[in-house]
């Protein structure tokens, strides 16, 4: 997803489409709500597999509202963090996401609650 995301704001894309799943979706939630993409919803297809459009936001002046994204937990190295260890991404500029035992949440957010858990992506 993350792949996606970035790929279509570097050739500057409206919108664009990727597979459902209930974690992607919790997680397009948490970026809309910090003002990085406009919107998401699912799409009226009707094939078999559900599908989540996301309009991605822009400037006045065409620069994306998206600078970077970086995965920070992977498949072959997961990294989690304790409660006071929840990072600050560029000085409180960049938002780190994180997936802790209360659900998906921002960094600000697990910090404001007391709880660790697993770094997955941080994005400017």
């Known amino acids: 997803m993350l792949t996606r995301i970035r790929n ?22 948490l970026i809309a709500e910090e003002g990085f993409i406009s919107s998401f919803a699912p799409t009226e297809d009707d ?15 065409k620069t994306p509202v998206i600078q970077g994204l970086k995965r920070v937990s992977k498949p072959g190295l997961r ?22 035992s209360k659900g998906v949440m921002t960094g600000q957010q697990a910090r404001r609650q007391g709880v660790g858990g697993e770094l997955l992506f941080y994005i400017w």
């Open 79 to 100: 990294v989690y963090v304790g409660k006071n260890e929840v990072p600050r991404y560029f000085g409180g500029l960049g938002v780190a996401f994180m997936s802790t």
């Open 47 to 61: 094939g078999p597999e559900k599908k989540l459009e996301i309009t991605l936001r822009y400037y006045e002046d």
């Open 8 to 29: 279509a704001v570097q050739v500057q894309h409206e919108s664009l489409e990727l597979p459902a799943s209930r974690m992607k979706s919790s997680l397009l939630k």
